[in-house]
Structure formats: C-alpha cells, structure tokens
C-alpha cells in the first residue's frame, strides 16, 4: 500500500500563487507517475499535471504557463507551483501515485481563489 499525504491548499486572490505538496510513503517502490487532478462539484476529475519518474511532464491546457510539477524522488514528493491562479481554478486538488497497475489517491486539499 501507498499513502499520500496533501499539503498546501488555502484561500488565495486571484492572481495569486501557492503551492500544493504530497508525499508518499508505505511501499513506495516502483512509483512511476505521480501528479495533480481536481474534482469540482458535479464535475469530473481531471488532470491538472503529472510526472514520471523519468521526470517527463504533462499539463491540462487550461494551466499551461501557469502551473508547474516537479519531484524528489529522494523525499517521495511532488510539488505543484500554482501561479496567476483564476477563480475557475477553486477545486479540491487531489495527488495520485501509480505502482504497477494500481492508482492510489490522496485525501484531497480545498483550493479557493477569490475574485
């Protein structure tokens, strides 16, 4: 099992930044992607960013150029940079972790940016 633990949601202006952090621990081997999808009320969760071990990174359209992930594979952690944030960002932001062909979620953390 793996267990992921979010940090770093909160209440921010729009045009603002934070910064979202999980790190995972439990068995932790073999950990290729890890990254950021959201969930709004009645909508689907979607990707926000990912990133292989191999370092190699995807984004949603809707926060390239704004949104960065990066990884420490030495701390089991991926951060996700959020900067000039919109009111449409305001989501629960879940991270994810896959091993082998199991998907495992964090708890989630509220991201609520005012306009």
């Known amino acids: 099992q793996v267990q992921l633990v979010e940090s770093g949601g909160g209440l921010v202006q729009a045009g603002g930044s934070l910064r979202l952090s999980c790190t995972a621990s439990?068995?932790?081997?073999?950990?290729?992607?890890m990254g950021w999808y959201r969930q709004t009320p009645g909508k689907e969760r979607e990707l926000v960013a990912d990133?292989?071990?191999?370092?190699?990174?995807k984004y949603a359209d809707s926060v390239k150029g704004r949104f960065t992930i990066s990884r420490d594979n030495a701390k089991n952690t991926v951060y996700l940079q959020m900067n000039v944030l919109k009111p449409e960002d305001t989501s629960v932001y879940y991270c994810?972790?896959?091993?082998?062909?199991?998907?495992?979620w964090g708890q989630g953390t509220q991201v609520t940016v005012s306009s």
């Open positions: 994810n972790a896959d091993q082998y062909n199991r998907r495992y």
């Open positions: 439990g068995r932790i081997f073999s950990i290729n992607a």
């Open positions: 990133i292989t071990s191999g370092a190699n990174t």
